[in-house]
């Protein structure tokens, strides 16, 4: 009856052998790796190109890598040493970015799991280190959404001016109050007239009357729900790409950007200790500017020649073509109110749409206007530095705001400007409301720490358990030791972000685990003092226990939950591994240890004793 | 080997005012002193910058308050951290302070003093509004414990079980925090963690006992109440002690070898794990009884025909 099933044995055979695959890659250490990727939204990486330009690169540079691996977005090479690694930086550099003042690609050293192949082929990869392991930076940033809605009702208030004007609805007065805006009117059929008026413009707008000082007719605007709900999504999607663009610069190989809650951003920079660096990368403002191009005959020869005109600017186009661009500014992004991707609607080719706010439109229906049949350029300025994203020939002059950017452009290339322009410049102002830097000598030593407490005290509990239960106690430290395995395969498979509360929950499980395996050896021996048999009392003890131990659990897992859903930070990296563990820790108390009971003891036929120790029995 | 050789149940409940006592009082205490000296909150709950640095000799504390305090931090808090070597510095966030700056002028102002500029071991900087959710947040998941624990404990057992339960483990809460409060012991988001952790880990304490007693109350037909609330407890008490035994000597592990940060930690785990054996096996079994618990609560009522009243 201490018997599992064939299939019972080889599914918990095949699950522990599984854990013992994905914990292996952890064994195997990191080595030193350089990576590249795309350092511009506008160019994406070929993996297979850019892994045979890093193969020829080193291999003519007489350097040996150990492998070249490439994922969707970065191709990684591995080397034995840091000098190694630290040289071919340099030539894959000079590979990738022949112009270090316009860096295209991110080249940046990393470290890699050294474990075989045949293991990154199964995805088996080591635990991912929280930044309080291996070091860097943590920020929690605050999106000013108030600031964003505010922005938005001050150029709302633009749109509505030239609104009535060109509806020759006459008003006295717009004004932005706070959260709304009042428009004031002579009298109440002028209000009327206007209503009706913004109710075909827009529907993002609620309207109300007013009577406001004096008895004058006011008519009170304020944004819909659904207007803020989009107005604060598009200012958060809008920083975080532009967060992404700016990190690139820093060279971080494995950056996080992530949104949290309704209007917060938590960037990670793993191994960047230049804190002041990273700070100044995140607050910097790029603007996006309207120019026209200097199409003087000659001028563009002549500065070709080093004799750039007066008031005029050399740029390198995209492509490579050079382009002269006046200094005067025609627009600048804060009038962009939006861009987006799509399609010509004569030609269907791919087009990018972008949206002026109204003060904006008025210029550039002025601009282009006056000059049609020429070119206009549209710069990202970032760091004082100016890049020509397109440059267009105007066809006809362009009213209304919507302006369309099309012409030899590839649907991935529209979608990238239209994100190269949204990204330009920040949605709204972001502030810094949590830091942590942790150095790398603290984070190797954390691990360490971690790591010792946890076998010793994994010592400790074997000791006993083995001086107490004998070969019992042998097959709970082997379910422990199960446990373990599986728990950090688990969070090897899942990538789940390991901390140093995070090791104290792994120490802590284990403490916490061992009580299943206490509670079936206590009543087995108490089974026994009522006197059972062997095999009786083993079968009794299991049952019996299970529902002491299910109990138990769930309490457990009760308050692990609560602090997985309510954790931050520390908290939620202590919580999912304790969450985890609890779970691992049901399989290996209960199957592991009862399938090596029944290896032991089901197959004899008869059990005269059985190893759990000594059992008292009361004389009388 | 074997501890316990008890030949008979150990008359638990006879005490079982006297214990009760002897919580009540320590409970007192403890919400004595958060009363009057409150809690040792860390960055996280207060707000503010905290910087760790290491210098490769052991430095003068004076010097780099000096040069704080001519850096425009005179309220710069400096001590060791761990060893001589190590120094810790705390600032408060302030109004009209450029906040998230602070750790490079603290950095700048230290290179400034005699002995060389030290290494930068950490930094955290929480400003005033996130500290306030952590702490909103941390009640929020105490709450979310207590009220799912009850629930289950509701569903699986009685609701007497799961009143005494949790009275007496959200006692153990409150006589942990009343140590961190008496020795002003740093409460950090991680000794949070431990504090809900100990309480899950507590009541499973008490599910254990409770198991026994519905057993024993389902198949001992001869015992009154504290009987059979002393034949449960006596049956667990080995496992209770081995088990709590075996997570202390991982707890007591993590306090040698885990260092500072792990400190705290366990010891929130080191008090509540044996105020958690006490309160669940000694408080809450008395309050099963004085709730009223009894053997026909266990036992299916017998379906007895309705008859119609004339």
Redesign the interface.
């Known amino acids: 009856m201490n018997r599992y099933p064939l299939w019972k044995n080889l599914m918990i055979g095949i699950v522990l052998l599984i854990g013992l695959l994905y914990t292996l890659p952890n064994f195997y250490g990191e080595v030193p790796a350089v990576q590249v990727s795309s350092g511009k939204a506008t160019l994406k990486l070929d993996a297979s190109s850019a892994t045979a330009r890093i193969d020829k690169a080193l291999a003519a540079a007489g350097i040996r890598q150990t492998g070249i691996f490439a994922d969707p977005n970065s191709v990684r090479a591995r080397f034995e040493t840091t000098d190694e690694q630290l040289q071919a930086k340099d030539v894959i550099e000079r590979e990738f970015n022949p112009d270090p003042a316009d860096p295209d690609y991110v080249v940046a050293l990393n470290l890699l799991s050294a474990s075989p192949n045949w293991l990154n082929r199964i995805n088996a990869l080591p635990m991912y280190l929280g930044l ?1 392991l291996r070091g860097g930076v943590h920020f ?1 940033l ?1 999106v000013d959404m108030p600031g964003a809605i505010t922005k938005r009702l001050d150029s709302t208030a633009a749109d509505l001016r030239t609104l009535l004007r060109d509806q020759g609805v006459r008003h006295s007065g717009i004004e932005r109050e706070g959260r709304s805006i009042a428009v004031r009117f002579r009298d109440a059929e002028l209000r009327d007239e206007a209503r009706a008026a913004i109710g075909r413009f827009t529907a993002d707008l609620l309207l109300a009357d007013r009577d406001g000082a004096d008895g004058i007719p006011e008519l009170v605007a304020t944004l819909t729900q659904q207007a803020e709900k989009t107005i604060q999504e598009f200012a958060l999607k809008q920083n975080i790409t532009t967060l992404h663009n700016r990190i690139n610069e820093l060279g971080v190989a494995e950056p996080v950007i992530q949104q949290q809650g309704a209007d917060r951003i938590v960037v990670q920079l793993p191994g960047v ?1 230049d ?2 660096k990273a ?1 100044d990368i995140l607050g910097r403002t790029a603007t996006l500017e309207v120019r026209m191009v200097d199409e003087t005959p000659g001028a563009l020869e002549a500065a070709l020649n080093g004799q750039v005109p007066f008031g005029s600017e050399l740029y390198t186009e995209r492509g490579g073509r050079e382009l002269l661009v006046r200094k005067q500014v025609v627009l600048t992004g804060d009038r962009l109110t939006d861009a987006q991707p799509g399609f010509d609607g004569q030609t269907q080719e791919p087009a990018v749409h972008l949206t002026l706010d109204a003060a904006g439109a008025r210029i550039f229906r002025d601009v282009t206007r006056e000059n049609v049949g020429k070119r206009m350029a549209i710069l990202l300025i970032e760091k004082g530095k100016g890049e020509v994203i397109t440059a267009p020939v105007i066809r006809t002059e362009i009213g209304g705001g919507r302006v369309q950017i099309s012409g030899q452009m590839t649907t991935q290339e529209a979608t990238d400007v239209a994100l190269l322009l949204r990204a330009g410049s920040l949605a709204a102002p972001m ?9 790398p ?2 984070g190797a ?2 691990i360490e ?2 790591f ?3 076998l ?3 010592a ?2 074997a000791a ?2 083995i ?2 239960y004998l070969l019992f106690g042998v097959v709970s430290v082997v379910a422990l030791a199960a446990n373990l395995l599986l728990l950090v395969a688990l969070l090897s498979m899942l990538q789940a972000t390991l901390t ?2 995070g090791i ?1 929950a792994i ?2 499980t ?3 685990a ?2 299943a395996n ?2 079936i050896n ?1 009543r087995i ?2 089974e026994l003092r009522n006197g059972a048999s062997p095999q009786a009392a083993i079968t009794a003890g299991y049952e019996r226990a299970f ?2 131990i299910l ?13 997985l ?7 939620r990296g ?2 999912v591994v ?1 969450c985890l563990g609890i779970l691992t820790s049901m399989f290996s108390a209960i199957l592991v240890s009862r399938m090596l009971v029944n290896l032991i003891y089901g197959r004899r036929r008869k059990v005269e004793k059985l190893s759990i ?4 029995k ?1 004389s ?1 | 080997m074997e501890f316990f050789r008890i030949k008979n149940d150990i008359p638990f409940m006879r005490h079982a005012l006297v214990f009760n006592v002897i919580s009540l009082l320590t409970f007192a205490l403890a919400v004595l002193f958060l009363a009057t000296r409150g809690l040792n909150l860390s960055v996280e709950f207060t707000g503010g910058t905290l910087v760790e640095v290491h210098y490769s000799e052991a430095p003068q504390l004076e010097p780099i308050r000096q040069s704080l305090s001519a850096a425009a931090y005179p309220d710069a808090q400096v001590q060791n951290f761990g060893s001589a070597r190590d120094v810790l510095i705390r600032l408060p966030n302030r109004d009209g302070l450029e906040s998230s700056r602070v750790s490079e002028k603290v950095m700048g102002a230290l290179s400034t003093v005699d002995g060389g500029a030290p290494e930068l071991r950490r930094v955290e900087f929480v400003g005033p509004q996130v500290g306030k959710e952590l702490a909103a947040d941390g009640a929020m998941a105490l709450l979310l414990v207590v009220v799912g624990i009850m629930i289950y404990l509701a569903l699986r057992f009685e609701w007497r079980f799961s009143v005494a339960a949790i009275v007496a483990n959200l006692h153990d809460v409150v006589i942990i925090l009343g140590f961190f409060a008496f020795f002003q012991w740093e409460f950090s988001l991680a000794v949070l963690a431990a504090v809900l952790a100990v309480l899950g880990y507590s009541v499973n304490e008490s599910v254990v006992v409770f198991d026994r007693v519905r057993e024993t109350f389902k198949k001992k037909r001869g015992m009154d109440t504290p009987q059979v609330l002393n034949h449960a407890i006596t049956r667990t008490i080995s496992r209770t002690v081995i088990t709590h035994g075996s997570t202390q000597m991982m707890v007591l592990s993590m306090l040698l070898f885990g260092g500072e940060t792990l400190y705290y930690f366990s010891l929130a785990l080191t008090v509540g794990i044996l105020f958690g054996i006490y309160s669940s096996v000694l408080v809450a079994s008395p309050l099963v009884m004085w709730l009223g618990v009894s053997r026909e609560q266990f036992i299916k009522p017998k379906q007895e025909k309705q008859e119609a009243v004339v």
């Open positions: 309080d929690l605050q200790q804190v002041a700070k502030e810094i409301i949590e830091e942590r830097t942790v150095g000598s603290l030593e954390n720490k971690g010792d407490s946890t010793w005290g994994f400790a509990i006993f358990m001086m107490y140093l509360p104290a120490a802590l284990l403490g916490m061992i009580d206490v509670l206590e021996r108490e529902d002491t109990d138990s659990n769930i309490t457990t897992l009760i308050a692990g939950i609560a602090l859903v309510f954790g931050s930070g520390p908290v202590f919580a304790h120790g000594q059992v008292w009361p009388n």
